[in-house]
């Protein structure tokens, strides 16, 4: 009888084998370029998302406050929703801080993500520690329940969710995917004294992890340049991952970050909305920056949010989060600021960062 079952449990991983390699045949076939996603989906379903749902069980951490919340299982995705995406760096000899804070708005039904940025020396009220300070040391003070609590005072509107990633794990992570592509047309040096020291080289085809990590982490330029550069390196990062020879890689992509990432997203909610957007259109990202005007205050630098900007980053999470928004009707960031990021980073390159 034993052995009966030793053999149907061979012939069972023999099936299984046999249909994953059909499925990676069919993928690489050309008669079968029309239909790739479908199939990746496919494979992806049958053999993926179980492991990767229970390795996202280890990365979910509502945050102690938050009542629970009743999620629907196997639900399509449709109406917006708005979560805070953290970027924690931290080294030996500093406290952890959110060197990356992107507010953003998902629209699962159009494909469409609006990232809203707040530079890290943004000047704000901690709340909860009832002072002003640099919007980034309220990670540093009560982690991501500060974080959340203060990003949404400063925006007015709430964030359903949060994500946080610690930079230690992004090496590894962008040299499991075979490295990234960057933009960097001139080499990228780090040499202030009490920074550690890198060169990034420019026009390379692809950046493994240490360039990867050294370009988000590199901060002796503008604030503003720094939180654009996050920026490209996440629309980087997600292009690849949703590239289809990447699709097998997410279990152990997800693996690799262990405890470099933390969500309050449960773990079927994370793999149903990921198999929207292997059956959907490639995710439409638009960015957008709230400028300041840098200002010393007893004798420590920040950056004063530009109150026109602050406004219109508020108008365009009020247009993308209502869900009877058309798509082609949403409140995008203006041309206009990217060219105002460039000047004002150029007329801050010579101050100090605190």
Do not use: C
């Not at 994500?163 to 592509?181: M, Q, R, S």
């Not at 082609?328 to 007329?347: F, G, I, R, T």
Request: proline content about 5%; overall charge negative.
């Amino acid at each position: 009888m034993q052995r009966r079952r030793s053999q149907r449990k061979k012939k069972r991983r023999g099936r299984r084998a046999l249909v994953i390699t059909l499925l990676v045949l069919l993928l690489a076939g050309g008669g079968a370029y029309a239909f790739r996603e479908q199939l990746a989906l496919a494979a992806f379903d049958m053999f993926l998302s179980g492991s990767v749902e229970k390795q996202l069980a280890k990365s979910y951490a509502p945050l102690e406050s938050a009542a629970p919340e009743a999620v629907p299982v196997k639900v399509e995705q449709s109406e917006p929703f708005t979560a805070l995406l953290l970027g924690v760096d931290q080294r030996e000899d500093e406290p952890a801080r959110s060197d990356t804070m992107i507010f953003s708005v998902v629209r699962p039904k159009d494909s469409r993500v609006l990232l809203v940025s707040i530079p890290r020396d943004t000047y704000v009220d901690i709340i909860g520690k009832d002072k002003k300070d640099k919007i980034n040391h309220a990670y540093a003070f009560g982690g991501e329940k500060m974080a959340k609590d203060t990003v949404e005072n400063f925006l007015g509107y709430s964030a359903q969710y949060y994500a946080a990633i610690n930079f230690n794990g992004l090496k590894e992570v962008v040299d499991a995917l075979d490295g990234i592509e960057l933009p960097i047309t001139e080499d990228i040096v780090n040499k202030q004294a009490d920074h550690e020291k890198f060169t990034i080289k420019a026009n390379q085809p692809i950046y493994y992890g240490v360039d990867a990590l050294n370009y988000v982490r590199y901060r002796e330029d503008s604030d503003f340049e720094r939180t654009k550069r996050h920026q490209i390196f996440l629309n980087a990062l997600v292009n690849r991952v949703l590239s289809l020879d990447q699709v097998s890689k997410i279990p152990q992509l997800i693996d690799i970050m262990g405890q470099n990432f933390k969500t309050d997203m449960p773990p079927s909610f994370i793999v149903d909305l990921s198999k929207q957007l292997f059956t959907g259109e490639r995710p439409q990202i638009s960015s957008f920056t709230i400028m300041g005007t840098g200002k010393r205050i007893d004798d420590i630098y920040y950056d004063i949010a530009d109150e026109e900007d602050l406004a219109f980053a508020k108008q365009m999470i009020e247009s993308w989060s209502n869900p009877d928004t058309p798509a082609d009707q949403l409140l995008m960031p203006e041309a206009e600021n990217q060219d105002a990021e460039s000047q004002n980073a150029e007329s801050q390159n010579a101050k100090t960062q605190d």
